[in-house]
């Protein structure tokens, strides 16, 4: 065989083998490719859902628990001023009276989708700004939740007089005026909170269900008559930290 031959014969190798390489080459691209899309699509339904979890757990939870504290605020407010006026004067039916106009609707304020999206990694697949604003929406929530429990027990404490006995003694007084002293505390420090949540709620485009929030409401009958009915003062006492075009 000729030297020519044989460099015909080692180019057409090297051209079948440069073939066959680009078609393998090719071949993993596109797999690796399709795959991507594959995860880049699965990943986009996570982060769908998990929003949508957030959304719903906002509008029929969290929204309309924070509302009706707003609609009571005021009226629980004035009530426990009035517990604390007949103590002082020690008339025991008095206080008893204005005791049984106090209630407390019982609710729990929760994070879970939150958490299960922070523990299944997928809130690092979700726009750093949005994901932002839920956590700035979710930040008061454990408070809230807490302050909760704590007037509960106060208002335990509260409704833990004794109906007869006559006149109150020093000692009943006081474990009256420090129950109702502390419910004042926290019904203003839950209004703030409540603000605070509604406020970037709506920063974030997401409402309250009507149907949960008269479920929430109709917890507290005793308030029928002096709800706050225009709560959009209360929420707008301080202006949003973001604008609205921050979301697109």
């Known amino acids: 065989m000729s030297k020519r031959a044989d460099q015909r014969h080692l180019f057409s190798d090297w051209r079948d083998f440069g073939r066959e390489y680009v078609i393998v080459v090719l071949g993993v691209l596109t797999a690796l490719f399709a795959q991507q899309a594959a995860q880049s699509f699965d990943w986009r339904q996570k982060v769908d ?22 609609a009571i605020y005021q009226c629980l407010d004035s009530r426990l001023r009035q517990v604390r006026q007949a103590t002082e ?16 609707p019982l609710r729990t304020y929760n994070s879970f989708a939150r958490e299960a999206a922070n523990s299944a990694d997928i809130a690092a697949h979700m726009p750093a700004r949005r994901m932002f604003e839920y956590r700035v929406v979710y930040s008061l929530m454990p408070e809230l939740d807490e302050l909760h429990r704590k007037e509960l027990v106060d208002l335990a404490q509260l409704r833990s007089l004794p109906a007869t006995g006559g006149a109150l003694n020093q000692e ?11 419910l004042i505390l926290d019904n203003d420090r839950v209004r703030r909170a409540s603000s605070f949540t509604l406020r970037h709620m709506r920063d974030l485009g997401v409402g309250i269900t ?6 929430n409401l109709a917890d507290v009958p005793v308030y029928d008559g002096c709800l706050t009915r225009h709560i959009k003062p209360m929420i707008d006492l301080s202006p949003p930290t973001y604008s609205k075009q921050a979301r697109s």
Not at 89 to 101: E, T, Y
């Open 210 to 215: 009507r149907a949960q929030l008269r479920n």
């Open 89 to 104: 004067s020690g008339n025991r039916a008095a206080v008893r009276r204005a005791i049984a106009g106090i209630d407390l």
């Open 49 to 70: 859902a998990a929003l949508a979890d957030m959304d719903q757990e906002l509008s029929n939870g969290d929204g309309p628990e924070a509302y009706v504290r707003l």
């Open 172 to 182: 009943e007084k006081r474990s009256v005026l420090d129950a109702a002293e502390n």
